[in-house]
């Protein structure tokens, strides 16, 4: 579509040239190489039914600029004029590109440079290792025991050491055990949802840098169409046949044709930007990226809204807070159950027995007891636990409700880029090169003014600039339904 559209500022040209009466002929061939030092290109044209076969040929160029926009493997088209070996008004379709960074390399590239990964992979472990913690043994206490070391009627007195556990009962280290393990179950679900943030980040931005590649060549492609009737008007002026308005319209157009050039270009710089900063790596270089920009896929809203509910991690994560806060009620309940602590002591009693005057000896006691659970029952505990329960269950409705809201809007600007994708492809843009073509051949013809081709020109530039930004507009609604709607590669990671 490109090619036709550059061709269509040939036949402005054209109108000069039949004025000198040297007879034009359109060629279209591959760049085989191109010679910046001599100025010219070297073409394999293709073969003219009737006429020249394929063959490769050295061209000069009516523009030298083009010499730095095209490249070998390119296709062309140009208009020739008969024994001269010069190309007019080259047209550039760019070649496949075989060369670049693809979103593959991007996604693995963030998930392993970005620190939020990190973090999140922390995290993790740190859960990992407060679940070992939690639901050990409590340690057994060991010390030294000592009884009427002064007194008695002889002064023995008993020493030694003793030896005390606490025994836990009713299961509350099983349940301890069991509000870690899901508290680190959460926090890899946490660490699914950092990920995720981070390859729908990386995705989104990578299409909006493909759209930002893809304007880049629209305005090139239009500040070359600009510049072409530019000299046109200026060859039509010198015969006498555009006045001056014409001459300095055409020039400003021109000018805006460069302006939004610029603006384009910055426009791709600024999201390379943005886009190597959430890889992690700011200071990656400017790559031409592989990616099909107008492979927009095709969503179902009942279909995602299910995949969503059903799938999305933070749905995930807001069931396991409910299993959790279950299982910390639990944990509750079980805390008032009396724990036995026992201890045994072992000493030697000097003290000596009145018929023989020897020492005791070794004596030993034990000593078992519980608390009893009057007063503190753990029942602000066991009430705060129930209602964290509802609270809970109530978080996942809410986040239900929330997901069903942001697909709904997501679907809305997605179902509108892409009904005008599908009219500025299949209508507004053939009939707009249409309307052009048709002004710029009575112009040419002196049948129509001048304003009424500008006109034609300025309407079909402006909607190929739309249409590459509805297509970017359908890529990141998508990509945001197809993401779960995290979007966010640079936010902190869920604890």
Do not use: C
């Not at 993790?124 to 050990?136: E, H, P, T």
């Not at 989104?204 to 009737?229: G, I, K, N």
């Not at 900063?277 to 995602?304: C, M």
């Not at 990141?476 to 979007?487: N, P, T, V, Y």
């Amino acid at each position: 579509m490109k090619v036709t559209y550059m061709a269509l500022a040939l036949w402005i040209s054209a109108g000069f040239a039949q004025q000198t009466q040297r007879k034009p002929s359109t060629l279209q061939g591959t760049v085989e190489a191109v010679n910046a030092g001599t100025n010219r290109l070297s073409v394999v044209n293709d073969p003219i039914p009737g006429g020249m076969e394929s063959m490769t040929m050295v061209y000069s160029v009516d523009d030298e600029a083009v010499l730095s926009r095209v490249h070998p493997g390119d296709r062309i088209t140009a208009t020739t004029y008969d024994g001269e070996m010069k190309l007019y008004g080259v047209v550039v379709q760019r070649a496949p590109a075989t060369q670049g960074t693809s979103l593959d390399e991007l996604e693995k590239a963030g998930l392993s440079s970005n620190p939020t990964a990190v973090q999140a992979d922390a995290n993790f472990r740190v859960a990992s290792a407060l679940a070992r913690q939690s639901g050990l043994y409590p340690n057994p206490t060991a010390g030294y025991y000592g009884d009427e070391i002064r007194g008695g009627s002889y002064g023995g007195g008993k020493q030694g050491g003793y030896i005390s556990q606490t025994i836990v009962t009713g299961g509350k280290l099983s349940a301890a055990r069991r509000v870690a393990g899901l508290a680190m179950a959460e926090s890899k679900t946490a660490a699914e949802v950092q990920r995720q943030r981070i390859v729908n980040n990386v995705r989104m931005l990578f299409y909006q840098v493909l759209a930002a590649q893809r304007m880049v060549e629209v305005r090139q492609h239009l500040a070359h169409l600009s510049e072409d009737a530019t000299e046109t008007a200026h060859q039509l002026a010198n015969i006498g046949q555009a006045d001056r308005p014409i001459i300095l319209q055409s020039e400003v157009e021109q000018q805006q044709a460069n302006i939004q050039l610029r603006i384009a270009e910055q426009n791709l710089a600024s999201s390379w930007r943005t886009l190597s900063v959430v890889v992690g790596k700011p200071d990656l270089p400017l790559t031409h990226l592989l990616g099909d920009l107008e492979a927009i896929p095709d969503l179902n809203y009942s279909q995602w809204l299910a995949t969503t509910l059903s799938d999305s991690p933070e749905v995930k994560l807001a069931q396991q807070s409910v299993e959790r806060a279950e299982a910390m009620f639990s944990q509750a309940k079980k805390a008032p159950i009396p724990d036995l602590e026992v201890s045994a002591n072992l000493s030697q009693d000097n003290e000596l027995i009145e018929n023989t005057h020897r020492p005791v000896g070794l004596v030993g006691g034990v000593q078992a007891g519980v608390q009893i659970p009057i007063f503190n029952r753990n029942q602000g505990q066991i009430s705060a636990a129930r209602e964290e329960i509802e609270s809970a269950r109530q978080e996942l409705a809410r986040k239900k409700l929330q997901i069903t809201r942001d697909v709904a809007a997501l679907f809305r600007d997605y179902d509108a880029a892409r009904v005008t994708v599908k009219q500025y492809k299949s209508e507004m843009l053939p009939r707009a090169e249409e309307a052009y073509k048709l002004y710029s051949a009575s112009y040419r013809n002196m049948a129509a003014a001048y304003p009424q081709a500008l006109m034609s020109q300025r309407t079909l530039f402006q909607l190929e600039a739309d249409y590459v930004q509805a297509l970017d507009a359908a890529w990141q609604s998508s990509l945001a339904i197809r993401g779960f709607g995290l979007m966010d590669g640079l936010a902190m990671p869920i604890r």
